[in-house]
């Protein structure tokens, strides 16, 4: 009897033992490795580093202007959309007697009777920061039914991709015609609108409600 009550002591003491042993060691919560696309998962998190964008609605005023009227024409435009004027200015500039459409011995008859003549070196055909503009008109004369072809370098040289362009042309008295369209189709970029032709009656006051009435 004795030796049994001396085996249930040392049983509990030992249970006592094992017992305190258990409870002391730490049980800090297991750590683990971040999960499969854990690291992209984070940097998502974050703000996106903004995207190079184009100065917000920005516009320019791009004209030939042989007499002055299309000049008159791109200044009441960019005094009514607040845009940038960039005028071209060929290498080789038209005097008086170039300009003279009933002389067929000018430059402009000769450049008329031979498409080859036509090219017009500008001295310079883009303007700074052009791709930081969104919307863009051209100005020009109408000569013989189309677009006085100075234009041609600016239209060819520069890429219209995802601007907005809006032609305008000055005459005497002839319309716009196809003008706007035969330039689009030279461009071969950019979302080409509907323009307006001014004729001899022109005033600043009518070329500023046009390009102020333009959605």
């Not at 998962?41 to 202007?65: N, Q, R």
């Not at 600043?204 to 046009?210: E, G, L, R, V």
């Amino acid at each position: 009897m004795f030796t049994k009550k001396i085996m249930l002591f040392f049983i509990a003491v030992l249970s006592a033992v094992l017992l305190t042993a258990c409870g002391g060691q730490s049980t800090a919560p297991k750590t683990s490795a971040a999960p499969s696309g854990g690291a992209a998962t984070a940097a998502s998190d974050k703000a996106p580093a903004p995207a190079a964008t184009k100065a917000g609605g920005k516009t320019l005023i791009v004209y030939y202007s042989a007499s002055g009227r299309t000049k008159t024409a791109a200044e009441a435009i960019a005094a009514a959309t607040g845009g940038d004027l960039f005028e071209l200015v060929p290498q080789q500039p038209y005097s008086a007697a170039d300009l003279d459409y009933n002389d067929k011995d000018s430059r402009v008859s000769r450049e008329h009777e031979d498409v080859s003549q036509r090219h017009v070196a500008l001295v310079k055909d883009t303007p700074d920061n052009f791709a930081s503009y969104e919307t863009i008109f051209i100005g020009y004369p109408i000569w013989w039914g189309g677009a006085a072809w100075i234009v041609d370098d600016f239209v060819k040289h520069n890429d219209f991709t995802g601007k907005t362009v809006i032609p305008f042309a000055t005459s005497h008295s002839s319309p716009m015609g196809s003008s706007g369209r035969d330039l689009a189709a030279m461009a071969g970029t950019g979302n080409w609108q509907e323009g307006a032709c001014f004729d001899r009656n022109m005033t600043k006051d009518a070329a500023m409600a046009w390009a102020r009435g333009l959605k």
